[in-house]
């Protein structure tokens, strides 16, 4: 069964510091299959650091303005 997650925030001692997507994950095996490595290297090497939050009570507004 596929669980059809896009993105995974990852954090460290409880802050979010990144956030991967399934393109991180392709760009992963990529990576792989370039360099013959079939290894298991972790999240921190394809991820996208720092990502920009809001906080939860922040307005939908707010948060568009934000993104765009």
Do not use: W, Y
Not at 1 to 14: F, H, N, S, T
Not at 29 to 57: C, K, L, W, Y
């Amino acid at each position: 069964e596929e669980r059809k997650i896009r993105r995974l925030l990852v954090v460290d001692a409880g802050r979010l510091v990144g956030m991967l997507t399934t393109g991180d994950l392709r760009e992963a095996r990529h990576q792989a299959d370039q360099t013959g490595n079939s290894g298991d290297p972790p999240v921190g090497g394809f991820m996208t650091e720092d990502p920009i939050s809001v906080p939860e009570n922040c307005s939908i507004g707010l948060a568009a303005h934000t993104m765009l």
